[in-house]
């Protein structure tokens, strides 16, 4: 490492946002010999300017994932510190790393890298001393995006977790990221005064433990001067939005201006979903909400209400996750919403095949779609002949990230997908028990996927190969293709030969041990690979 080195690193943290250091720091690799680094800055900044519909994405997304698989061990290993990492714009941005490496190696990490946003691990056994001399780091000005790390069931962040939140040097935090606590109730409401609560703009309010402690409820004493005043995007995690924290949330200043909120619903319970929808801010940009399977139908009266509700927001990111959605409901949803860039949806049907369908034909029939370039959708059914044809050949034309890993393709759904006019696809998720070996040859060799880069495939053919080399060989011709992932209970050896020259290989089965989407062997680190549990809390 040189003092020239950590002054380029020293001016991207003093300016994260301006891609100019970024630039000079990529001439200042290929002048002292590192030309990969040099261009691999390059194409990350390039692609992070250009919207995911360009037509050089599939080419820059190729030439990220070559290089990070040729080079990556190298930068990573620059310091032990950076195994769990993820490259943004060309740099280390991301790091997952336990509090006692964050002590003794913070300077090394940011002289190295411009580390932004960390995810900090240890807390089952932190003591308030150690954790009172990370919060005593003055290299935490860097920070902007705090995240704590839930290592499993009661092993969650505990009370010392409010000692960092109080800390003076955390100025530039900007977001911050729990999924569960255990804490007291003094250690809530600590919490809610902390710093932290009044700065951030983005947060993910965690579930409370109530083992071994009886902390109560977010807020339930108060809201703190203060507290949560400029979070503009708001993620509730563990089990939801119940009643009572959905109107203590409402009822304070910051809900009236926030832009996205992503939260479990309990949609056995009328009164959350008809709390929630009485007071949805109508400044709402981003909307992400979850239900579950046991309980959907429950509330199915309030369901519709609250859509009518959801409909008249000037959406363009919405996710609708384990919802039972009848095709009216969906209908009069998408009818109302504005043209969407983000559309997801998992919807639990019990009425069978043919209901699970016309979800499916509700989504290809309206424009509300028409502009989104993500998409995902599961509705647990198999796609067959008219349904597929009209999700295939119907408004969908900006695609880039096409996701139905809950939603099957027959032989017929692969030919209409071939057929489909999608020039900006460049990732695929699909599911295909027993679709015929020609009829994916026949899609992987359509116009439809020539700029794919990368594709996830789950599916058999009768405890067999789903592939074939043929099918393999005609997989291993897309030019951009550079990450595979294969959820198969087998597949040949003269497959695995066809596709050995694609970079980022990975095939799951019961021979194949897969130890998270951390595996550097598995995933490539780059965030729109994967969204691991780190950095989605």
């Known amino acids: 490492m040189t003092a020239d080195r950590a002054a380029l690193v020293a001016g991207i943290l003093a300016n994260p946002d301006d891609d100019t250091p970024r630039l000079v720091a990529a001439d200042w690799f290929e002048e002292n010999g590192d030309s990969a680094r040099a261009e691999f800055i390059r194409v990350q900044v390039n692609r992070a300017r250009l919207p995911p519909t360009d037509p050089q994405q599939p080419e820059l997304a190729a030439r990220e994932l070559h290089l990070l698989k040729e080079h990556a061990e190298r930068w990573m290993g620059a310091h032990f510190a950076f195994k769990k990492c993820r490259f943004r714009r060309g740099f280390i941005e991301y790091v997952h790393l336990h509090l006692t490496h964050f002590l003794h190696h913070r300077r090394e990490l940011l002289a190295l890298e411009p580390v932004r946003d960390i995810s900090l691990t240890g807390w089952m056994r932190a003591t308030a001393s150690l954790v009172s001399r990370v919060a005593g780091c003055e290299e935490l000005r860097n920070i902007e995006t705090l995240r704590f790390h839930h290592q499993g069931p009661h092993k969650h962040p505990r009370g010392e977790c ?39 703009r983005e ?61 479990p619903i309990a949609w056995s319970q009328t009164e959350a979903l008809d709390a929630l929808r009485t007071r949805l801010p109508r400044t709402l940009r981003s909307l992400h909400i979850t239900g579950s399977e046991s309980n959907a139908l429950n509330a199915a009266g309030a369901v519709p209400a609250f859509f009518a509700r959801v409909a008249e927001l000037p959406l363009t990111d919405l996710s609708m996750q384990h919802i039972d959605l009848h095709a009216e409901t969906l209908t ?23 209901s699970a369908a016309e979800v499916a034909r509700v989504v290809a029939a309206t424009p509300a779609v028409r502009d989104a370039s993500d998409v995902q959708l599961a509705v647990g059914c198999i796609l067959r002949g008219d349904t597929a044809e009209a999700l295939f050949g119907g408004h969908l034309r900006n695609v880039a990230r096409f996701d139905v890993l809950g939603t099957g393709l027959s032989d017929e759904a692969c030919e209409a997908l071939g057929h489909a006019e999608w020039p900006a696809l460049h990732a695929l998720r699909v599911t295909g028990y027993g679709v015929a070996r020609t009829a994916l040859r026949a899609l992987f060799a359509s116009p439809a996927c020539r700029n794919i880069v990368s594709l996830r495939y789950s599916g058999s053919f009768q405890g067999m190969d789903p592939f074939g080399p043929a099918c393999a060989t005609a997989l291993a011709k897309l030019p951009h293709l550079s990450s595979v992932r294969l959820d198969t209970s087998s597949v040949s050896a003269a497959s695995r030969k066809a596709l050995a020259h694609v970079p980022w290989l990975h095939v799951a089965n019961a021979n194949n041990e897969y130890w998270g989407d951390d595996d550097p062997n598995v995933c490539a680190p780059v965030d729109d690979e994967l969204k691991h549990a780190d950095q989605g809390a």
């Open 162 to 200: 409010a000692i960092l939140l109080d800390s003076p040097h955390l100025t530039g935090l900007k977001k911050l990221h729990f999924s569960m606590i255990s804490v007291t109730t003094e250690e809530r409401r600590r919490i809610e005064r902390s710093p932290a609560f009044a700065r951030v």
């Open 203 to 263: 947060l993910t309010l965690p579930y409370l433990d109530t083992f071994p402690h009886q902390p109560g409820e977010w807020f339930q004493d108060g809201v703190p001067k203060g507290a949560l005043a400029n979070v503009r995007a708001l993620r509730v995690g563990g089990y939801g939005l119940q009643a009572a924290l959905g109107e203590r949330l409402a009822g304070m200043s910051f809900w009236k201006k926030l832009e996205a909120l992503h939260a």
């Open 332 to 354: 009069a949803l998408l009818s109302g919403a504005p043209r969407l860039q983000r559309f997801a949806l998992t919807a639990f049907r019990r009425n069978g095949q043919e």
